[in-house]
């Protein structure tokens, strides 16, 4: 798999904006451990406690999903089609298992197996649909695992930053810790924000367009094949594909 370059030269950039703010000083300035745990670790944590270890498993592989490129080839769907169409008019729907072995896509496989074994159309449909529900629900669960994160990581960031208040207080009699534990505090509501709009928020979007367009990909799929079905033409077939694409760009 690729790496999907624009994620990860979105977060150099993230971190290089935060570096030129801190020019006039230097990068320890803004370093806490203590902040990053009570930021950081709290937020996930607190996600975590909320999940289900094979809810842990899918968040996990998502997050390779979310820094990879997925590769959906509409253009190729569609000659694929405008192939099977052809092959379908000449010598049957049975004409179309000397090509669904070669088919890389489970999905696209597995619909072109069920109008090869002669189901209806309509269960057609049906099956498929419930096999897009559940891809729909697993992914609605992992984008919703980083929108948590999202929202609790300037949370946890106020809490550190409370109590860090709590510490500088404490320490009134002594002014030389006043200023360590009050940049202690304020570091905290730092990492918190910072999390929540540079880390999990933009992993969570990027989540959610790989979705959109595995969504339309077997949506392409799922009419492209009843087409097949119903006998209509590869010419037909292409052109109702392909307005599919029109709506998308539109």
Known sequence: MKLDILLVLGYLLIVGVVFMGVAQGSAQEIWSPEA???????????????????????SLQALRVAFTVSVFDYERLIADFVTYAGISRKDGLLGLEKVVSQIPDGFLSRAVQMAIDGVEPDLVEERLAVEMASMDERHARTRATYDTMATYSPAFGMIGTILGLVFVLKSLDDPSQIGPKMGVALLSTFYGVFACYAIFTPIAKKLDRKHRHEVLYRQMIVKGIIWLQTGDSPRSIEAKLRSFLREKRG
């Open 36 to 58: 990053l745990v009570v930021s950081f670790g709290g937020a996930m944590i607190a996600t975590l406690a909320g999940l289900s270890m094979q809810e842990i498993r899918e």
